[in-house]
């Protein structure tokens, strides 16, 4: 038998797989369908501007340092990451602004300034956030929840933390101020969930954020995904490029390998997909090979909200600014509504703006600024026309964010690209153009997302947003840490050459 493995995409939880089975002495290929490494993590490159094309907000950084340290590395010498302060700046309708910061005496001094009577209800509200993340991540985000049993061991707690409640509820338990309310619940749009919605074990996110902090990487995310593809190389990993996986191959109801779109089979013992699950069940597996998982199962999954992405480069730079800032509209949960439920493109909108060159001005031409402004839009579901939609939707997004904070703005870019939610199922091959996998409702978390590992084949296992934990920098990188778990270790190990290889837990 071949101890091969073989990692279907090279996003965050694909290059975290490959790691940590290489540290388990597997020999490990890593196929990626793009031209470049990272997938949603991927990076744009014009007129001298760089864009992350994806995530830009890193927390639980020592996800990051295990990885190196799985292979006897530093972190710190591959890749440097500096704080970011404010967390994020929030820009409400009416003007007013909120600096969510880490500090909690400085942040008990912001709620202060908005709204005196919510301090105590804040204090009261993180006290609960931690309990949720002492459980939701602390115990849970690295167990596989393969088992029915697995789900009813954890209900009595996940029911104590009223995690039944959604995001939004149990904020608004504690919050009166309808500003801060906003404040404290837009977090689960980062991991694709509405949060009048989505449950509550998200507000966990909360808690992460202020125990280990927010943070970007000198060079942009990229460069993290770049420092895994060097330590890969120098763990004797190859990962390719340009090589999309069209089919898994079963045999007596096990992967024994992949065929990649020119035909070429590759072998392997097992396979790990950070391919969305959705489409690895209804386009990679032929369904006499997926009894549990047909193509009318598949389609009653709820998928989360894709984004439109406007990257651009501007002449003139703007240092009052944050390297963070949310834009919200008016309105909140009727917006929310039209991009989740109705799944209706909006005229109004709330955004969130990503300013890299505050930290790290490499990152345009000399004077110049890069931005990266984010809109959550409705999934492909919704029936949007982007060929037609995307100029008139980023010239509204520009106007708005000339209005609000960056004056001046459209007569000072340079250059622009966008991203819709047909680039998110055409490239990254998304089921519905979802930026998040399934939506992270309390139906859909946990045991009854789609599992690590395959019911219906043996040897396919999944990292990634659509799988336990879910969507976020930390989950995924939570869901390869899965996989030692799961994944036996291979009969004759494959040793680190030169590598001193151990098995770490960095920070916790």
């Not at 007013?96 to 919510?118: H, K, N, Q």
């Not at 393969?146 to 608004?172: C, I, K, N, Y």
């Not at 193509?295 to 999954?301: E, L």
């Not at 984010?374 to 037609?388: C, F, I, T």
Request: aromatic content about 10%; hydrophobic content about 40%; glycine content about 10%.
């Amino acid at each position: 038998m071949s101890e091969t493995a073989v990692v279907i995409g090279s996003g965050f939880g694909g290059l975290a797989a490959a790691v940590r089975l290489r540290a388990m002495g597997w020999r490990v290929v890593v196929l990626e369908a793009l031209d470049q490494p990272g997938g949603r993590a991927r990076v744009f490159r014009q007129d001298g501007f760089t864009f992350d094309a994806g995530p830009t907000v890193i927390t639980a950084p020592y996800l990051l340092a295990e990885l190196f340290a799985a292979a006897g590395r530093r972190m710190e010498d591959y890749v440097e990451l500096v704080p970011v302060d404010p967390f994020y700046r929030i820009l409400f309708h009416d003007g007013s602004t909120f600096d969510y910061v880490g500090d909690e005496e400085r942040l008990i001094a912001e709620i202060r300034r908005l709204s005196p009577r919510d301090v105590d209800g804040y204090r009261r509200l993180a006290a609960h956030a931690e309990r949720i993340f002492d459980v939701g991540y602390t115990q849970l985000a690295d167990q596989p929840f393969g088992r029915l049993s697995d789900m009813l061991r954890v209900l009595p707690q996940m029911m104590r933390l009223e995690s039944f409640r959604t995001v939004h509820g149990l904020v608004a338990r504690y919050i009166k101020d309808e500003r801060l309310r906003r404040a404290l619940t837009f977090e689960p749009l980062l991991v694709g969930g509405n949060p009048f919605t989505t449950t509550s074990i998200y507000l966990l996110i909360h808690w992460l954020e202020r125990k280990w902090g927010v943070w970007f990487a000198k060079g942009g995310t990229t460069a993290i995904v770049h420092a895994l593809v060097r330590l890969l190389g120098e763990m004797e990993v190859e990962v390719r490029m340009n090589a999309p996986v069209e089919e898994i191959v079963v045999r007596n109801g096990r992967a024994a390998g992949v065929r990649l779109a020119g035909g070429e089979t590759i072998p392997a013992s097992l396979v790990v997909s950070n391919a969305d699950p959705s489409w690895v069940y209804s386009r990679m597996l032929p369904p006499e090979h997926r009894p549990r998982h047909s193509d009318a199962r598949v389609a009653r999954v709820r998928q989360s909200m894709s984004l439109f992405v406007g990257y651009f480069g501007s002449t003139r730079q703007y240092p009052e600014i944050a390297h963070h800032t949310i834009v919200l509209g008016e309105r909140y949960r009727g917006l929310l509504d039209d991009i989740f439920r109705r799944r209706v493109l909006a005229d109004d909108f709330s955004l969130y703006v990503h300013a890299p060159t505050r930290t790290d001005p490499s990152l345009a031409p000399p004077g110049r600024e890069t931005f990266y402004v984010l809109s959550p839009v409705p999934n492909n579901r919704g029936g949007v026309d982007w060929e037609r939609e995307r100029g008139p939707y980023f010239e509204r997004v520009m106007e708005e964010l000339e209005r609000r904070l960056l004056p001046g703005i459209r007569g000072s870019i340079a250059t622009s690209l966008t991203l819709t939610p047909r680039e998110f199922e055409r490239d990254l091959r998304s089921v519905d153009g979802a930026a998040f996998g399934p939506e992270p409702v309390l139906t859909q978390s946990a045991w009854f997302r789609y599992h690590n590992q395959s019911d219906d084949v043996a040897g396919l296992y999944f990292v990634g947003a659509g799988t336990h934990p879910g969507g976020g920098v930390p989950g995924v990188l939570c869901s390869a840490k899965v996989l030692e778990r799961i994944v036996p270790r291979p009969e004759k190990p494959v040793e680190l050459a030169g590598m001193e290889r151990r098995r770490v837990v960095v920070g916790v």
